[in-house]
C-alpha cells in the first residue's frame, strides 16, 4: 500500500487533535498582550493588530511545538539542537516579558509592540526549528510570567480577570511541562530512532537497487533495470518528439568459446565485449546485459534508419578485432536485431519483441549481421509457433512419413544409393516443408523424437522391401547436429537397426557441414562410433560451412556431398568450375566419394563428369519419391545390365550386405 495518503491523513488528524489547544493557547497569550498594552498605549488600533499577531504566533507555536515536522536530514542534528533552542525559546520569552515590564507610556509604544513581534518571531522560529513543545512551553510561560506582573502592578482592578487568566494558563503550562517532560522526551527519542531507522532502510534499498540492478559479471545494467529504466526513457523520447532505436546484439560463436576455452575464458570475453560495447555509446544511450551472451543497447535520438546502422555497423567493427585473454586469441561475432521507436512500436514490451525477432532473423540469414525489424516477421512467428504446437501431435503418427530421392552414378545414371527426406502431411495445412519443420523442431527440442522417428521409418522400409525381395540400396538418413550432439545417439540408432533386424552397412548419416563446424568435439565422436558400428557418413551442403580441411583428414567420413548451389552456377560461373574441381581434388586425395546434389541439366552433368565427379542428386534424375514409386525404380533398377565391370564393383560396394 502507498504510504503518503497514509502519512497525510496521519499529519490531518494530528494537527486538528492540536488545534484547540494551540489556538485557546495563542488566544491567551493575545489578550494579555493587548491588556498590557492597554495599559501603556492610547493607540488603540494598536490592539486589534497585535491581538491578531500575537494570536497566530501563539497558534504557530503551539502547533509546532506538537508538530512532527522534522525532517530525516535534520533528524541526527536534533538532539544538539534541542537545548539550544529551548534556551533561546527561553531568552526570547524573557525578552518579551521585560519589554512588557519595563516600558511605561512614555516609551514609545509602537517600540514595545516591535519588540514583542520581534521576540514573538524569533521563538516561533526556534520553537519550529526544534520542533519541541518544551521549547515553546518555555517560551509561552516566561512571555506570560512578566505580562501578569506588569497586570498586577500596574493595570488596575480591570484587568484583574486577565491576569487570573494568564495565571491559570502558565499554573497550566507549568503542570503540562512537567508531566509531559520525560514522555516527550522520549518520544522525540523515538521519533529520531524512526527516522534513523527510515534513512537507512532508504540506503539499504538503494545499494540493493543498485545492486539487483546491475550484473554482477560485467557491472553493466541488467534486464531489471531496462524493465526500470526503458518506459521512463520511451516517455521522455515521446516529449521532446525523439525517436529511439534498440539493438538487440547476441554473439554467434560464444557457445564454441565456452566449449573450447572453458566458462573462465567465456566471462572473459563477456567483459571484454561489454567494454567494447560501452565504446559504441554515447552518454545518454544505455547498455544492458540481457543474461548469456544477449546485450541490448538502447540508443537514444537517431533520427534516421541510416544513423542507426551506423550505429550498427560501429558495434560490428567494434567487435571484429580479435580479443587477446589470457595469451589466447579469440574471435567474437555479433548478430543484432534492431527495432525504432515510434516506427515498430510505442510500448517497451512490443519493441523489445521486434528487437528480438530481427535477431532471430539476423541469426537465421547467416549471422555477424544487422537486421531491421519488419511486420513480416511477426507473422513468420506466429507460423513458427503454430509448427512447433501441431508437430507435437504430428510426431509417431502417420502425418510424417519418407520420400526417398536417389543418388545415380552419373557415368552410367544408375541408382546406387537413396537419400531419404521427411515429409509432413498436416490434416489442414497439407504438405509442410522440412525446411520450415526441422529448425522449429530442433528449438522445441522435438528434434530428437522426430530424427528417431526418420530412423525408424527407413529401417522399417528396408525391412519391407527386403521382406517383399526388393534389391536393396543404403539409405541416407539426415541427421540434425543437436540429435548427432545427443548422447546415446549411435546406441539409439543401434537399438532402432536392431530392432528391425537391418545391417547398419545399409544405412548412412548425413550430417550438415556447418554443424561438423560447430559442434565440433561431440560430433566427432559420434561421428567415429558411428562409422566403427559400419554406418557410413556424409558431409551433407558441402562448400556452405567453412569446413577445415583438416576434419576431413581426421574424421573417417565416407562422403561428401556438394551444396546444389555450387552445382547450379556451373555453367554460368568459372569460379564454381575451379572450385569444384578443387573439392573433387580433395575427395581424391582423403579417399571420398563426392556427390554433386541439385543436378538439373545435362549440361550440369556433363561438366560434373568432366571434373571426375562420380555421383550426382537432383531432378534431372529422379525427384523425391513415395515408398511404392522407390520401389518400383528399384526392381527397374536391378532388371538393368550393368554397364562396364568398373561400376559393377563400385554398386557392389555400396550396395554392400544387400547384394551379397
Ligand atoms: P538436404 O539434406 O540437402 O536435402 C536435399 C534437398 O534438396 C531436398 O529438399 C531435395 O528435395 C532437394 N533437391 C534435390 N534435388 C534437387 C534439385 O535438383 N533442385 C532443387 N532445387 N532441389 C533439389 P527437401 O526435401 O525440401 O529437404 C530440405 C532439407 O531438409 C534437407 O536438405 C535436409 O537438410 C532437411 N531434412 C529433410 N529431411 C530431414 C530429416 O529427416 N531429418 C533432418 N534432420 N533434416 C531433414
Ligand atoms: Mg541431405
Ligand atoms: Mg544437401
Known sequence: MDEAPQLLAERIRHVARSMPTAVG?????????????????????????????VACAGARLRLYATGRNVSAETADALPRWLWRMRLMSLFSGMTWGTVALFSTPQNDAR????????????????????????????????????????????????????????????????????????????????????????????????????????????????????????????????????????????????????????????????????????????????????????????????????????????????????????????????????????????????????????????????????????????????????????LRDAIDSSQIFMEYQPLVDLASGRVISLEALMRWHHPERGLIAPDEFIPVAEQSGYIDALGEQAIRLVCRQLQLWRGDFVPLVPIAINVSPRQLERRGFVERLTRIAADYDIDPALLCVEITESALMAHGDASKEAVIALRRLGVKVAIDDFGTGYCHLAYLKRLPIDCLKIDRSFVRDLESDARDNTLLGAIMAIGRSFSISVVAEGVETARQVELLRALGCECGQGYHFHRPAGESRTRELLEREAGRPLATETFRLRALKWRGAALS
Not at 514522555?183 to 539499504?204: C, H, K, P, V, Y
Not at 534498440?246 to 560464444?254: S, T
Not at 540481457?290 to 544513423?307: I, Y
Open 25 to 53: 493557547g495563542g488566544l491567551i497569550v493575545g489578550a494579555l498582550t493587548v491588556s498590557t498594552l492597554w495599559s501603556l498605549t492610547p493607540h488603540r488600533w494598536l490592539y486589534a493588530w497585535s491581538v491578531i499577531l
Open 111 to 390: 517600540l514595545a509592540f516591535l519588540a514583542y513581534v520581534i521576540a514573538g518571531i524569533s521563538a516561533a522560529a526556534a520553537t519550529a526549528l526544534a520542533a519541541d513543545r518544551q521549547a515553546a512551553r518555555l517560551f509561552q510561560w516566561t512571555a506570560i510570567a512578566p505580562l501578569m506582573l506588569r497586570l498586577a502592578l500596574v493595570g488596575g482592578p480591570y484587568h484583574l480577570p486577565m491576569a487570573l487568566m494568564g495565571l491559570m494558563y502558565a499554573a497550566y503550562l507549568t503542570v503540562a511541562a512537567g508531566r509531559s517532560h520525560r514522555q516527550f522526551d522520549e518520544t522525540t527519542a523515538l521519533r529520531i530512532e524512526a527516522m534513523r531507522q527510515e534513512r537507512e532502510l532508504r540506503g539499504n534499498e538503494r545499494r540493493y537497487r543498485d545492486l539487483a540492478h546491475s550484473d554482477p559479471l560485467t557491472a553493466l545494467p541488467n534486464r531489471l533495470a531496462l524493465h526500470a529504466r526503458l518506459p521512463a526513457m520511451l516517455s521522455l523520447a515521446a516529449r521532446s518528439r525523439r525517436s529511439l532505436a534498440l539493438l538487440y546484439i547476441d554473439l554467434d560463436n560464444f557457445k564454441d568459446i565456452n566449449d573450447t576455452h572453458g566458462h573462465r575464458f567465456g566471462d572473459q570475453v563477456l567483459i571484454e565485449t561489454s567494454e567494447r560495447l560501452r565504446r559504441c555509446i554515447a552518454a545518454d544511450d544505455l547498455v544492458v546485459r540481457m543474461g548469456g551472451d544477449e546485450f541490448l543497447v538502447v540508443r537514444v535520438a537517431s533520427r534516421t534508419r541510416d544513423e542507426v546502422e551506423a550505429v550498427a555497423r560501429r558495434i560490428g567493427a567494434e567487435l571484429a578485432p580479435p580479443m587477446l585473454l589470457d595469451g589466447q586469441n579469440s574471435l567474437v561475432h555479433a548478430s543484432i536485431g534492431i527495432a525504432l521507436y515510434p516506427d515498430d512500436g510505442t510500448d517497451a514490451e512490443l519493441l523489445m519483441r521486434g528487437a528480438d525477432l530481427a535477431l532471430y532473423e539476423a541469426k537465421a540469414r547467416g549471422r555477424n549481421g544487422y537486421q531491421f525489424f519488419r511486420a513480416e516477421m511477426s507473422r513468420r512467428v506466429e507460423g513458427r509457433v503454430f509448427i512447433a504446437q501441431a
